[in-house]
């Protein structure tokens, strides 16, 4: 059969749109990825071009005073938090994939919850737990003395912590499914060849899933590069912080984007290793199944000793941080809780859906555009457009306020010649600036749900519906979405969590008075009223629970579908 034959065909006939643009080598399909590809393109050239523009004083001052400790700081924070989540991360996977351990099964789902919870909620509950007019300290000084000394909790070494345990599921999930997939038939011929478990582990199965686990300490690395909110309740100063204050407490906005075009540069070489160092790697999955029946059955002392080690993390990365700041929320509810409490939640829920619907939208017709066009510019445009998750949310603030000023600049002008009224901001402290970030933030998040549910739909199945008379939207309606519908809800919920939780565009980018429970969080935890803060935290981790346990439950029964 000829090969054509496969190929996807269009939903959608041919238009005159599409032949008119066929000399510039872009079809109807081959334009979406080039548009959205410019959403990434240019914030990130406007920004790196802040490189040519003469320094004010802000940014000598910065250079001279604040460069040095930030550059320092983000190094020793990036370290020990892969470092860190490598290690909960990949024994906890290895455990619940391939050991049976008392509550293994419970564990298997609940050490993913930290997820629900933001990390600069995590943070000022340990601050406030922990620090020296904390209840632990303070009790503890009322029994041992008032001489006794504790560890500095406002450190690197306590940030690194914090962001360690809200982080680490990132890693626990990749490399639990990279445990899963492997099967048990790799350890196997490991120990046939005279290997212990021990050194199988380390020799063959590390090594085999060292894909999943680089990716998700690529998350992790992006995520602790782009985190806000908890440097800022630490006071550890880092690139993100220093936009921040650049913009808001200097004023100075050309200050503001040298140093994110700074922090553009770092992400963009460790982007090069990553690609340097997985380029030549080729894995093959050796069997979907197998490992669940066949567990290692751990001895009764060393099941016992995982069961309190999976007890320890969950509990504090978890457990602990629900528990204060249930206590928190019952002791300032009856004082804190107002009406605007319903306001500041809709605000989030209405960031968080319409987000989530317009970046998996924008996200299927990324996939659908390459599948029916798959050709080298259209895959590089992919590539560009799914880049924004790299990007810090102080850097796209920064980078889509200048041509969105220019923009609006523009229509103003334009207001006044032809109606002679001036309009006002159009774009600019809108919600479609903080949805157009969202968007270029969180694309990526979305792309690979929708691109590895896509992958099932083979070109046959599309073949055999156009035999039945089925093509078009219907095709679409009945065959291609029942098939995605689980790809689609990964994406979905994923997304609205990290708007949900996103702190810096919402930020530096909402419209006067658009307040969210992220930025009431930000509001109390700047003036050190940890208890007031608990009550937006607590419905925050319950918004973004719900989703978290309907998106393990829906990854569990497609583990078990397997």
Same mark, same amino acid.
């Given at each position: 059969?000829?090969?054509? $034959? ?13 032949? $008119? ?9 081959? /334009? ?6 410019? #959403?990434?393109?240019?914030? #990130?050239?406007?920004?790196?071009? $802040? ?77 406030? /737990? ?51 997939? !492997? ?33 998700? #300490? ?91 080690? %999976? ?22 509810? !009856? ?49 560009? %457009? ?44 809108? /919600?479609?600036?903080?949805? #157009? ?112 346990? /309907? ?12």
């Amino acid at each position: 059969m000829n090969r054509s $034959s496969h190929a996807p065909q269009p939903l959608l006939p041919s238009d005159g749109l599409s032949d $008119s643009l066929k000399w510039t080598g872009l079809s109807g399909w081959g /334009l979406i990825p080039v548009s959205i590809a410019l #959403l990434v393109i240019i914030p #990130l050239a406007v920004v790196l071009f $802040s490189l040519f523009t003469p320094s004010d004083d802000a940014w000598r001052h910065i250079v001279d005073t604040l460069l040095g400790r930030l550059l320092l700081n983000t190094f020793w924070l990036s370290l020990g938090v892969l470092s860190g989540t490598a290690l909960l991360g990949v024994s906890l996977a290895w455990f619940c994939a391939t050991c049976d351990f008392p509550f293994r099964k419970f564990f298997d789902w609940a050490l993913m919850l930290p997820m629900a919870i933001p990390s600069y909620v995590t943070a000022f509950v340990v601050i406030g /737990l922990l620090d020296f007019s904390g209840p632990v300290q303070s009790n503890l000084r009322r029994l041992f003395g008032e001489d006794l000394r504790f560890p500095e909790i406002r450190s690197t070494g306590g940030v690194v912590i914090v962001m360690i345990l809200a982080l680490y599921p990132y890693v626990y999930l990749l490399a639990r499914n990279a445990f899963l997939s !492997q099967g048990r038939r790799a350890m196997e011929a490991a120990q046939s060849l005279g290997l212990s478990r021990w050194r199988g582990f380390f020799r063959v199965a590390l090594p085999m899933g060292r894909p999943w686990i680089f990716g998700g #300490l690529m998350l992790v690395l992006m995520e602790t590069l782009a985190d806000f909110g908890t440097v800022s309740i630490f006071n550890y100063d880092t690139f993100a912080t220093a936009i921040y204050k650049a913009w808001f407490g200097f004023f100075s906005l050309s200050a503001a984007s040298q140093l994110a075009s700074l922090l553009i540069l770092i992400v963009f070489v460790l982007l090069w290793m990553e690609q340097r160092l997985t380029a030549r790697t080729r894995y093959t999955q050796i069997e979907k199944s197998g490992a669940r029946g066949d567990r290692i059955v751990l001895r009764p002392l060393s099941g016992c000793l995982v069961c309190a080690y %999976a007890s320890m993390v969950f509990l504090a990365a978890f457990g602990v941080p629900v528990t204060q700041l249930s206590v928190w929320t019952l002791n300032v509810f !009856q004082n804190d809780f107002s009406p605007r409490y319903f306001s500041f939640l809709f605000h989030s829920l209405f960031l968080g859906g319409f987000g989530a619907i317009l970046t998996v939208a924008t996200a299927l017709l990324l996939v659908y555009a390459l599948r029916l066009q798959g050709n080298p510019l259209n895959r590089i445009m992919v590539r560009i %457009a799914t880049l924004g998750y790299a990007l810090p949310g102080t850097v796209l603030a920064v980078g889509l306020f200048i041509p969105l000023a220019w923009l609006d600049n523009k229509l103003i002008a334009l207001g006044k010649t032809w109606f002679g009224r001036d309009p006002g901001l159009i774009l600019n402290g809108t /919600l479609i600036a903080m949805l #157009l970030a969202y968007l270029v933030r969180f694309l990526a998040v979305a792309h690979h749900p929708v691109q590895s549910a896509m992958k099932r739909i083979t070109p046959s199945i599309d073949e055999t519906s156009r035999s039945l008379r089925i093509s078009g939207f219907s095709m679409l309606r009945k065959v291609h979405l029942p098939v995605l519908r689980s790809g689609l809800f990964t994406a979905a919920t994923l997304v609205f969590v990290d708007i949900m939780k996103e702190m810096p565009i919402t930020l530096m980018t909402r419209p006067f008075g658009w307040d969210t429970l992220a930025i009431r969080i930000y509001e109390m935890t700047s003036e050190g009223e940890w208890e007031r803060a608990a009550l937006p935290a607590m419905a925050l981790v319950l918004t973004g629970l719900f989703p978290i346990i /309907l998106l393990t439950r829906n990854s569990r029964e497609d583990d078990d579908g397997q």
